[in-house]
């Protein structure tokens, strides 16, 4: 060390006698000190004096500027005399005790941890080392090793770490060394390879020889053992190594008797420390073992409870239950395979392709469908949750900075950081012959409009009118069927051949639902119906558009009456037939009609004949009509042959004007739903465990024994797969997975009936995946009462108390989990209570959306044609299920035939909008409801857009993956916005056709102004966009900027910016510009880089509320979403006004909206958009539970916003939930 000057600072008197001192023991530094050791004896010793008795020379040694610590260091490291270097410590004791942090800031800062290791270690080496010494080193060392992050690894590498454990062993009944050995000790553990090496020296068995039963004494030290212990018992072996000793039912008795005797709670964190000890040792498989078996369940259980009531407990209630968590033995998933109930062949199978791998089907399968599949030969249900522990040593590699750099890099995995992936890219270009066939889809382009007949253009183009049920809602040809004559490029040809192939594969005869679109025979004979049942005969009333359903056959002849009966036919009766309902209606109507509904079906018998009263909606919703929807889901084709109608698609749903806050969230509401769930295991008596409902049998019983809700979802869009009655009020709920998938839950959408009335009933969804929910944050469920709709009502509201959402005790295996052992399941879990008798009520994760009210509403839409709106509804392909996919054209007519009105209308910008390629995000749909009847709207402004635009609109990109109730996928198993790199045209026809329309635009250069995808969000609150900006991308990621050509318009802000503006739910403050790398196979990134649109976005909407804005604090309901829809129109309008420099000069008033948009520019040419994280939620006090897994040394690490390795993303990429 260099030989510090001592230093007298302006402000100190010079004659500062401590300061005198220190320049003398500064003198003798060196030779001196250790020639002179008398006098070092003596100037330390006078120092020690004046620093015990005065405060003022503390602080002048202490000052800022002041060298004080430098000399008293150099002299501890240069003298070699005892008395001289205690003096020293007692000096440095002194200083360190007061003044706080700063202090021991300066020690360390200066070096003093090193030199105090050093000396520990040549005092080891003394014969026999001076007791005193070491004490004093080690209480110094205990005072100031918080705060040196290296103090662990210096003391591994001089040997001081043995040292200490050695003088630990050798002074166990010596309370007075014992307690500063142990401190220091405690800061080594916390390195993990100290932790490991201790174990090794034997200091865990140390530690346990220390921990004792309830004592008032020695609580310190015991709190210190614990610590220590804890902190070791984090490294595998050391946990084995306790659990090999037989140390697990020893925490739990000693922590039993501090439960026991603590009865004041004077030593809460005694006890903690002795749960972090078992939380940690119950990491490995053999500590969950060893705890099981030593009744830890119970035990904690009790103890819990017991502390329940004191709420400065609570931290030992939390640690108690994630402990329990984690040792509940992992059960199955209640199912015989975890491949969904229903199976569609592909006409193609590629063979590395999902359904492939899941199926081990040699590719090129046979063109059938199948609805039940064999039971799996496979068990892919196994619980596999301690598997993942084969080798449970430790790795001594050293790895202090691992979580350092971990948590620098994980924000920033996901950032595109290859330049070339963020240039354009055309290529490969497809040949222009090829796309030609497209021309088609663009007849507005070419169209003359000479000769142009309105009223003939109208029935000649539109589809089904209300009254006109002989037409198909869409019935121009698809580009399927094209003419043959029509000369087609060979290429084309043979996709479209075999697009053709796939749409019409040679099924089993077809339910007769089915056969009635077929023929367009609406005079079917009855009889005929799928399963003949006392009430299949309404079948044909279906068919007569009435504003009625007449009843005749009612519901069985025995059973409590009313829509109980209804429930019970249901097996054969769609919903909208039952019997119930109008019986319901008749005693209603029969009362007087106004009356409470209590009394409904009571009357039994006389409600033969009785009629079903539909709720006249004409007014409130004008899109809607009930037959019109039932006719087109007769023309849908599902792969479960759905026969039934859901009564909410039936009746439609009408946006309630109250509001619905978003729930505030309840503290202990997750604790006591686990606290539920682990009684299961601690009284397994009270258990019911009767299946009530369950796909995988396919008679799928129903039990109707007055004890047991019933359930159903065997109708568009549903998709329950098991019900089980787990106590009086409760029931698991299974859900069925994504159609040739095995996973992919979290959408629902289900019916009861059979209810009590003011009962609440507990639903646990227990197969859910995604590791977090809004349902934690103020999100509700959807439910729809029959009851309500027919008084008047009709529909979704936001329900449910005791909502949450958390890790369960099923396991999940590793074929559904992207290869990664170990992890569970998730519940969502809600309660609520019936407040109307005999009610059918519908469960939704969101507000429901099916095809056939696409097609309902598409067909309506026509209602809304005025002679100056052009609009043209075209049949895109046909999807794998042979569901037409619906493209519309929405513009304005041109004024006149004259030249410049035609070219007028052939020179407006293109929008391309498309929606709903993930089945699960029926928000999207509601947008795109708005959107759609807002440009099919009479105001100005939506005349002026017509004016200004062609609007090419794909409103749901994926049909069947609605149709068939999937969350996720289409019919193909996969994620249909990962395939827009290369979509397949027989395995993702809509994709593949839908890009080649965008390929089209961009080879005759008309590539659109805008292109937005509509999507919903699970995790975040607001609407929002993504986009793609290359400068964004690379200010986000550290590829170094100057290697970049950085000149990137900003247009890409202009319309999110306007929406933030003008759409009260918007959020700028949640959009995001940056590229993903896991995002490259989206619709946003391809239509950004191929077909070179900059305007690219993704717009999401969240599924639960806002958090900002007029909305802030409210759940989304389907008139805000629809409100964005419009609103979306409205911000194109303005953004066509910004890009014209004409429009301009004639509205200056817009030149505000232009100067806060180069005022951003500016903003963000400082600070462009935080990269932003799947999830925003603060966090709350009860978070720690979420990540309760059975392994606690592998974060849980959510593959949508943590993509740390390539496992972790290849299943981001199956499963991600973002765009
Ligand atoms: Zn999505």
Redesign the pocket.
Known sequence: MNKPKMATEKGVPSNSRVLMLLSQLERMNGDAMLADADMARQVTSKILHLIQTQEKTRKEVMSKGSSGMEVILASLENTRDLQTILNILYILNELLTVGGGRRVGVFVSKGGTGVLLQLVLSASKDTPPSEELLLQLHSLLAKVGPKDRKLGVKARLNGALNVTVTLLKQNLQNNKLLLPCLQVLRVYSANSVNAISLGKNGVVDLMFKIIGPYSKKNTTLLKVSLDTLGAMLKSKTNARRAVDRGHVPVLLAVYQDWHRNDTRHRHMLIRKGLLTCLKNVTNIKLGRKAFVEADGMRVLYNTSTECLPVRTLDPLVNTSSLIMRKCFPKNRLPLPTIKSVYQHLLPHLSAGGPVAQLYSQPPGGACRKQVYVKPSRVDDVVDESDDNEEAEGDTENDTENEEDEKDHNAANDDIETDLNKLRPRENPRRPFDELRVYERFFLELSEDFQGFNFETQKTGLTGTQASNKTQRPIILPTAQALPPKRPIPARAESHLAKGEHASSPAPPPPLELDSILISKDQDRPPGHAPRPTPGAGLEQELADKMERVSLEGAGPPSGAGGLGEAAAGRQVQPPLLAGGVAGGVASWRAAGGGVGVEGLGEEGPEEEGAVLEVPDTALLLPLHDPDLYVEMVKSTSSVPRFSEVAYPDYFGHVAPTFREPILERVYGVQRSKIFQDIERMIHPNDILDKVVYDLDVPSCPVLDDGESLKFNSQFESGNLRKAIQVRKFEYDLVLNSDINSNHYHQWFYFEVSGMRVGTPYRFNIINCEKSNSQFNYGMQVLMYSVQEAISGRPRWVRTGTDICYYKNHFSRSSLAAGGQKGRSYYTTTFSTAFSHRDDVCYFAYHYPYTYSTLKMHLAKLEALRTPQIYLRQDVLCDTLGGNPCPLLTITAMPESTSNEHICQLRNRPLVFLSSR??PG?TN?SWVMKGTLEFLMGTSPQAHSLRESYIFKIVPMLNPDGVINGNHRCSLSGEDL?RQWQSPVPDLHPTIYHTKSLLQYLAAIQRAPLVFCDY???SRKKNVFMYGCSVKETVWQSNINATSCDLHEDMGYRTLPKILSQTAPAFSMASCSFVVERSKEATARVVVWREIGVQRSY?M?STLCGCDQGKYKGLQIGTRELEEMGAQFCVALLRLKRLTSPLELRHHPHLLDVEGDLIETRVKVASSPTTYVLEEDEPAFLEEVDYSAESNDEDPDNDPDNDPQDSLVRSEANQRD???
């Open positions: 390629v993930h995000e999207a916005n999507h919903g969000h993704t999401e939930s973002l765009t």
